[in-house]
């Protein structure tokens, strides 16, 4: 139990929707970081969030974006799906800081159809 | 190249193995992660390091800064030992970037 909860589990969307996948984390943890996984691959860094403002991005486009509120909840936007944002989106929770252990949520399975 | 490898990409060995996980790269970093990633996608993070050695339980993780190199070892391996276990690093530079390896896949048979 990593006190990290995200919701859907699982979604189906067609090309061209738009999908908000979310984030609670643990009480204090003040810092949130989005992956994604595809099939077989290791996590890919999307973007982090630190006291509800964005500070770090991975190689991922404008249409993915997110959010983080004051109740250490967060949110994961995707604009205009395509086929191969098919993955299992992770949030993770930490203590700010370079050494803040890691807490991952069970992740969002999205299929884009 | 990618700036984590890790070694073997898949491993099979029976219950009772001694079992070691390579983890190597390429960037400065501040912190090596070591994660365990179950069938259905939750990742539980194992350790994580920024030098020396680290032990929980029938697990150990090491790191060489210089060498830029870290192992993941599970002594008396157990089948519910079984999973994708994923070395991922904080690089000093990328500000906020984890950068993780492709994982590698135990089985430990009974």
């Known amino acids: 139990e990593t006190g990290v909860t995200q919701s859907p589990t699982h979604l189906i969307k067609t090309r061209g929707q738009q999908v908000t996948l979310r984030c609670s984390s643990q009480?204090?943890?003040?810092?949130v970081s989005w992956y994604q996984q595809a099939l077989g691959q290791g996590p890919q860094f999307i973007f982090q969030?630190?006291?509800?403002?964005?500070?770090g991005r991975g190689n991922f486009p404008p249409r993915f974006s997110g959010l983080q509120f004051p109740n250490y909840s967060s949110e994961l936007n995707v604009n205009a799906l395509e086929l191969d944002d098919s993955a299992l989106y992770l949030c993770?929770?930490?203590?700010?800081?370079?050494?803040?252990?890691?807490?991952f949520g069970e992740g969002s399975r999205l299929t884009v159809l | 190249k990618n700036e984590v490898e890790q070694s073997p990409q898949n491993l099979t060995a029976q219950e009772g193995e001694f079992i070691t996980i390579n983890c190597s790269y390429s960037?400065?970093?501040?912190?090596l992660h070591w994660l365990q990633q179950h069938p259905g996608g939750g990742i539980v993070s194992l350790f994580m390091?920024?030098?020396g050695k680290k032990k929980h339980g029938r697990l150990i993780a090491t790191i060489n800064i210089q060498e830029k190199h870290s192992s993941l070892h599970i002594t008396a391996s157990h089948p519910r030992d079984s999973a994708v276990y994923i070395c991922?690093?904080?690089?000093?530079?990328?500000?906020?970037?984890?950068?993780f390896g492709q994982g590698t896949r135990l089985t430990i048979n009974p």
């Open positions: 969030y630190y006291r509800e403002e964005e500070n």
């Open positions: 993770a929770s930490s203590l700010p800081g370079d050494t803040g252990e890691l807490f």
């Open positions: 009480s204090g943890h003040n810092t």
């Open positions: 390091l920024s030098s």
């Open positions: 960037v400065g970093i501040s912190a």
């Open positions: 991922a690093v904080r690089s000093r530079q990328g500000a906020q970037k984890l950068v």
